[in-house]
């Protein structure tokens, strides 16, 4: 019986997201391209008499250790969901992502802790259950679970795997927050945007994927320029580089990513992107591996 896990819960990054103006539930239709990063957070899991959650790592500031997190809450849905109260794990989430930072953090946390959970103990869940418990810490909890390329519509909960290469990428954050909510709100006084679906690209080469990608949008980011200017500087920086392919904002934001045609061009653009107070990786986007020991 292994004792303790370690997860990687990676960065969602949402290649193109197209948003529709809010329906009467306060959802807003979407359709969007997602990929996940081999960079993120870490759960580490091990067996202990009754549940216990610690928030550690760069970024643990601010985060809490109760029942509003969302990995707390999608354990708890677990525990529920097997008629128990709780679960006999000792859990730490080592936090190396910036919060509000359009990467989908705290859905990628819990879906790591979800997998994790039924791994170490030895539950026996299939993929179709656990996803459903993932639904409970938002709709973007089921693709988080996954953690693989993916086509997103509805409201975020209807998923179609996506056949997409490796792309090599730069995440950049300016070291600011950018709430979701907020975001919306401002989306809402304009909402020129359309869950529009594209035709594929081309091809599945990297060149064409990109060459792809760069027609498309992020309805979300005007609205998030207006709540959180900063944004704009490093969309200019990385498009300030002659090797970036295109640029893009991820989510609500405040992250911004850079697509590059290998990986050593990608590796020169973050040494290049470094500055004071802002948050920069290099990265694969795809699927990463997700257990690390």
Same mark, same amino acid.
């Given at each position: ?27 807003? *239709? ?5 990929? /996940?990063?081999? =960079? ?8 202990? *008499?009754? /549940? ?6 760069? /970024? ?16 708890? !849905?677990?525990?529920?969901? +097997? ?19 359009? +990467? ?5 946390? !819990? ?10 103990? #030895? ?9 459903? =418990? ?39 954050? *300016?070291?600011?927050?950018? *709430? ?39 309805? +979300? ?14 969309? #200019?920086?990385?498009?300030? +580089? ?27 653009? !973050? /040494? ?22």
């Amino acid at each position: 019986m292994t004792d303790t896990l370690t997860l990687l819960a990676p960065a969602k990054v949402n290649l193109y997201l197209h948003v529709a103006p809010v329906m009467a539930d306060g959802y807003h *239709p979407l359709d969007s391209l997602v990929a /996940f990063a081999d =960079v993120g957070d870490r759960i580490t899991v091990s067996h202990a *008499p009754s /549940f216990s959650f610690e928030v550690v790592g760069p /970024f643990a500031q601010g985060i809490g250790e109760d029942a509003d997190n969302l990995v707390v809450r999608a354990l708890l !849905a677990l525990a529920s969901h +097997l008629g128990r109260d709780d679960l006999p794990l000792a859990m730490t989430l080592d936090k190396r992502l910036p919060v509000a930072a359009g +990467l989908g953090g705290g859905s990628s946390d !819990a879906g790591a802790a979800l997998r994790a959970a039924n791994m170490l103990l #030895e539950l026996g869940l299939g993929d179709e259950v656990l996803e459903r =418990v993932a639904r409970s810490v938002g709709a973007d909890g089921p693709m988080c679970y996954r953690a693989q390329p993916a086509y997103a519509s509805g409201v975020g909960e209807v998923l179609e795997p996506a056949d997409l290469p490796a792309l090599h990428a730069v995440l950049v954050n *300016p070291g600011l927050p950018s *709430p979701t909510g907020a975001v919306y709100r401002a989306f809402d006084r304009n909402p020129s945007g359309r869950a529009d679906r594209p035709q594929p690209p081309a091809s599945t080469s990297s060149v064409d994927v990109i060459a792809w990608l760069a027609e498309q949008r992020n309805d +979300l980011e005007a609205p998030a320029l207006s709540e959180t200017p900063a944004i704009g500087s490093v969309i #200019e920086a990385l498009s300030d +580089l002659e090797t970036c392919r295109m640029v893009r904002m991820s989510g609500s934001g405040a992250t911004v990513f850079g697509l590059f045609e290998d990986q050593a061009a990608a590796l020169d653009a !973050a /040494f290049a992107l470094e500055r004071d107070g802002w948050w920069v990786r290099p990265t694969v986007l795809g699927a990463p591996a997700l257990v690390l020991g």
